[in-house]
């Protein structure tokens, strides 16, 4: 049989149907914050002042010993490194009453996770800005090509710069580039954006059994960047973009980097407060976080810039 014309139908009734709101957040994806734990990070909490002085001494060499004569005396004018305190960020939200009564507990807990990771992205990304210095350049200006030993020119190829993806080679003349001023092989890792993720998984080079290890712990196959000869490879989405000359292209600033570095001097961690406003009738909540740092060692890393496409 055939329905009627004045079935009850979920139109006629949708005032009678509730709708559910999960008390679950559904926030963005985070990005790989890897910096903070590939630097030298200085605790300065709790002390006062703006700007800290690390001395830099200079070696000497031996000299030979000639019979009955005096030895060789060494006198060097022994320098520092300037390091200014100035960054200081904030996370603020004022959550009115009726949003605090009304909402579900999920809200706060969403800003106070959001405002944790908001400050640790900050500072991720300030790290990885220092390495725009690194081998004592400004900008980029001693930055690579994947190939290990072309400059990088922002206005080469009619100003859209000449970056370059990853090469065997390339990688290891990275490698060999730290080896010849004697910087520790330990404690230095390369820090790559997905983009190079994605093509080195696509070189049979970097695929195979000898490479990976055995076993494939946190190796290529599993689909994680292992180690390269050895080198602990990071994944970072916070990684620095760089645009070319035209203004358009963008560039990633991959870079091998030392521990000694880089430096990253916190003043104050990350701190979370809340306080009533009673003119508001409302809580504001507020993480703050002071720091500073820059490059301390610029021959204990390198920068390589790599294409986005």
């Known amino acids: 049989m055939g329905l009627g014309v004045n079935n009850t139908t979920k139109t006629n009734a949708a005032v009678f149907i509730p709708a559910l709101w999960s008390d679950e957040v559904i926030a963005s994806f985070k990005s790989n914050l890897v910096a903070t734990e590939l630097v030298t990070v200085m605790d300065h909490v709790g002390k006062k002042g703006d700007t800290v002085y690390i001395p830099k001494g200079t070696r000497g060499a031996p000299s030979a010993k000639a019979a009955s004569t005096q030895v060789t005396l060494i006198a060097t004018t022994e320098t520092n490194n300037t390091y200014t305190i100035n960054q200081h960020w904030e996370y603020s939200r004022l959550i009115e009453d009726i949003v605090s009564v009304q909402a579900f507990d999920s809200l706060r807990q969403f800003y106070t996770d959001d405002a944790g990771y908001a400050m640790a992205k900050k500072i991720d990304s300030f790290t990885q800005s220092q390495w725009a210095a690194l081998q004592s350049g400004t900008n980029y200006s001693t930055a690579l090509v994947g190939d290990g030993t072309t400059t990088w020119h922002p206005a080469a190829n009619t100003n859209t710069g000449n970056a370059a993806a990853l090469t065997d080679e390339g990688i290891r003349r990275l490698i060999q580039k730290l080896d010849d001023v004697d910087v520790p092989f330990r404690n230095r890792a390369f820090v790559v954006p997905p983009i190079e993720k994605r093509r080195l998984l696509g070189l049979s080079r970097f695929t195979e059994q000898a490479f990976v290890g055995e076993g494939g712990s946190g190796g290529i196959r599993n689909g994680l960047i292992g180690d390269l000869y050895g080198l602990p490879v990071y994944v970072s989405t916070n990684t620095q973009s760089v645009l070319a000359t035209d203004g358009v292209t963008n560039n990633f600033a991959g870079a091998l980097v030392h521990k000694d570095s ?30 500073g740092g820059g490059i301390l060692r610029p021959e204990a890393g390198v920068v390589f810039m790599l294409p986005s496409t």
């Open 262 to 291: 880089t430096v990253l001097i916190m003043q104050q961690n990350p701190r979370s407060q809340t306080q009533y406003k009673l003119e508001w009738l409302a809580d504001l909540f507020t993480t703050d976080s002071i720091f």
